[in-house]
T-cell receptor, first 116, second 115 residues
């Protein structure tokens, strides 16, 4: 079946603009995760959902960042009033079962965000 | 605190040789999972192999195996018979039972396979 998809793949925006990044998980996957990856670094956790419920948002850097998954499928990560330091690869992942330590997370291709 | 350490920023291996990528971890969770992902230059994150902390045997997936030494808190990835297509960044990651869904990643090791 289809893997995790993300759109747009590339986003260039000006400082101060809002951006919305979309993630479509693998069909039937209950859990959805957002990570941010700086160049040359490993991904860092932002937030995750089981179904439509946001379980943990401890990794969101500040209140300009928010995420939702209203129907338990597609998720949107929104960054308001973007700043240059927000430039990074934003990755989405999904897993089949909720919150299990053994459950593998499958990643999407990412959205490369550049804030000018 | 949860932490993953990959001490090899870059490694070279000759085609058809085996290579070991190091990973050590620190956690206070009673059980946890360890994962390896491959990130080629195209930027995808590809899942390779998983090891559970209570698994009795080391995980294997084709040419990938995980040398899990729980007492030493290490989970090294072994790639046998390296191929040119193995050239990529490799990330070790951990998910503790008390950490919800959070995966903690190491800094990565860049592997280059020489013909």
């Amino acid at each position: 079946g289809a893997g995790v998809s993300q759109s747009p793949r590339y986003k260039v925006t000006k400082r101060g603009q809002d951006v919305a990044l979309r993630c479509d998980p693998i069909s039937g996957h209950v859990s959805l995760y957002w990570y941010r990856q700086a160049l040359g670094q490993g991904p860092e956790f932002l937030t995750y959902f089981n179904y439509e419920a946001q379980q943990d948002k401890s990794g969101l850097p500040n209140d300009r960042f928010s995420a939702e998954r209203p129907e338990g499928s597609i998720s949107t990560l929104t960054i308001q009033r973007t700043e240059q330091r927000d430039s990074a690869m934003y990755r989405c992942a999904s897993s089949l079962t909720p919150g299990q330590g053994t459950d593998t997370q499958y990643f999407g291709p990412g959205t490369r965000l550049t804030v000018l | 605190a949860q932490k993953i350490t990959q001490t090899q920023p870059g490694m070279f291996v000759q085609e058809k040789e085996a290579v070991t990528l190091d990973c050590t971890y620190d956690t206070s969770d009673p059980s946890y999972g360890l994962f390896w992902y491959k990130q080629p230059s195209s930027g995808e994150m590809i899942f390779l192999i998983y090891q559970g902390s209570y698994d009795q045997q080391n995980a294997t997936e084709g040419r990938y195996s995980l040398n899990f030494q729980k007492a030493r808190k290490s989970a090294n990835l072994v790639i046998s018979a390296s191929q040119l297509g193995d050239s990529a960044m490799y990330f070790c990651a951990m998910r503790g039972v008390n950490q919800g869904g959070k995966l903690i990643f190491g800094q990565g090791t860049e592997l280059s396979v020489k013909p």
